[in-house]
């Protein structure tokens, strides 16, 4: 029987229903539940999760010395004091997530081995009838629910992006995607080719155990090194300050710094990219940081890694990972040959290449009997989109922690559906007002603004933005604090049901 057979059988077979459902038991997931139950309590809700556990990417990725590359006093709940240091590896973030969960009792709500692959609305039901298979037993279930709350992430978890180069079947090594990484991959006395220079690349490189690791880059990254450690925690802590007023009062100082920095970025960005570098220099010098850590863009118009304690930096220092700035030429047998004439021997190459926009989680989706083009909807905030009914979607921030938007998210959509119920609204679906009609539509994000990668390869898949804040994802947490919690739920922009 294949999937959409089974599929079919189970229409026909009860459901549950819920007065919520929630995609995704990741940071934002988790946090959407948390919320629910403590702003809504009279809700019924379900979490689905495709994994065997919680954790979302902290779960599936498996990589070297994986680990968050924003601080955990921002990255972590506001609700849950945070009392590590201040990058985090995956594992102490799995535990993190953990205790809210036990904490909370949220685990009798969280489904696992759950893979939903449909998505139905009915305007005449008011409701979404959601389409899953049971990953372990192959069954498919269906689900019913008033709202959904799309907490699943923005790429898909299943592969990673790796070019096509010429010849990479010539390779008689491994070619290995950090997103994959496999369990029983032995890398010890072997030599490593890391294709990259972002985030993931600089926690693989000085975490990884090998005979030598070169990093391959196109083009140089922006870093920032410094302590794993934060010098305001650890003196409100000598002072035996409660760990609550320590999480608050410590978020609150980075949140500040990362918005003058922020704004620094775009104002004075020659300022901020000698900072930047100076701090390079200190390990690598002048010559070192000039060819291979200077890029060409601006700070911020692509995401800045953070680097504990200056590892990779101490890596390249020490001689046990080198650098190289060049351009792919070919794969052959026994490594890769550069467009400069280099030769670049490995036993393993990881293409630490980025990730594929999956904005839907590979949901297919059908509004009324008809096949949903995300891409052609305007988007409400970043987290409603017209014509999508009784849905709300976390997408977090390029420049701050993801999870600072899920919080605020999640008070919104409490906020909204209790209005729902005072009123008695069974739909709401975002619309353009009167004063929209004209308003011009451009892409999701302006690449002079940001443009990784991924985003770029991926823009068509995301809805469009006007260019009042209304209609666009802004990406500044500091004025979507105060913003987001006065949205006017009788706005026009709103059409209730």
Known sequence: MTVMEALEREKTAASEHFDVLIVGAGISGIAGAYHLQQQCPGKSYVVLETQHSFGGTWLTHRYPGIRSDSDLYTFGYRFKPWVGPPIATAQEILNYMGEVITDNDLG???????????????????????????TETGGAKRFTTNFLWMCQGY???????????????????????????????????????????????????????????TMLQRSPTFFRAARNAIELADTLRQLQVDETWVHEIVRRKILFDQDAFTHMARNEPDKVKNELLS???????????AKHFTPTYRPWRQRIAFIPDGDLFQAIKTGKASVVTDEIEKFDAQGIQLKSGKHLDADIIVTATGFHLSPLGGIDFVIDGKPLDFGASVTYRGMMFTGVPNMVWVFGYFRASWTLRADLVSDFVCRLLNHMQD?????????????????????WMDPEDFNPGYLMRGMHLLPQRGDKREWQHSQDYWREKDEIPKIDLEDAAFVYN
Not at 113 to 124: G, T, Y
Not at 423 to 443: F, N, S, Y
């Open 108 to 134: 009798k709500h969280i489904r696992y081995h759950h893979k939903i692959k449909r998505a139905i609305w009915s305007s005449k039901d008011k409701t979404w009838s959601i389409d899953a298979i049971q």
């Open 155 to 213: 790429y898909n978890h299943d592969e990673g992006y790796t070019p096509e180069w010429p010849a990479m079947a010539d390779f008689k090594g491994k070619v290995v995607h950090p997103q994959t990484w496999p369990k029983d991959l032995e890398t010890k006395d072997k030599n490593v080719v890391v294709i990259g220079s972002g985030a993931t690349a600089a926690t693989i490189i000085p975490n990884i155990d090998c005979k030598h690791v």
């Open 279 to 289: 701090v390079a220099k200190t390990y690598l010098g002048e010559d070192n940081v």
């Open 423 to 443: 009123t008695g609204a069974k739909q709401i679906v975002p619309a353009l007002r009167e004063i929209d009609k004209d308003m011009p539509l451009t892409p």
